[in-house]
């Protein structure tokens, strides 16, 4: 199965020390996606977040995100914000979203799409449940 990775969610690794592949192969997901919008954000926190430990973790999460496959979006689709990108993505192919993002989760539940979040800081749950 298929899986759209979110800007925190490429994170985890570094901020919880979860195998986020892992636990995602363990949930059935061995196809893992990464927007630009996402790569994007990731470089944007890597070069200018404010905490270290977030600088830290995006880079990590950038280095991660290069065994993932890139999704590329049309020229429609490079202005929009990761979310809205990532939201797109899952309804045109029928994936899954892993996140962290609140907000997000709420507006993927809404929709139907099914979602991966990290539970207790330990290990992944999926949900497609209205929220």
Known sequence: MQIILDTNALMVPEQFGV????????????VWIVPLSVKRELAFLADRADKGADKVAARVALGLAEHCL????DAAEANVDADTAIERLAQSSGA???TNDK?????????????????????????KKEY
């Open 19 to 30: 195998d986020i592949f892992g636990e995602l192969a363990r949930l059935g997901y061995v």
């Open 96 to 98: 899954a979203v892993f």
């Open 103 to 127: 907000a997000l989760k709420k507006r993927l539940f809404s929709k139907g799409i099914t979602v991966i979040y990290l539970r207790q800081g330990r290990y992944l749950e999926t949900t």
């Open 70 to 73: 890139a999704a590329n979006e």
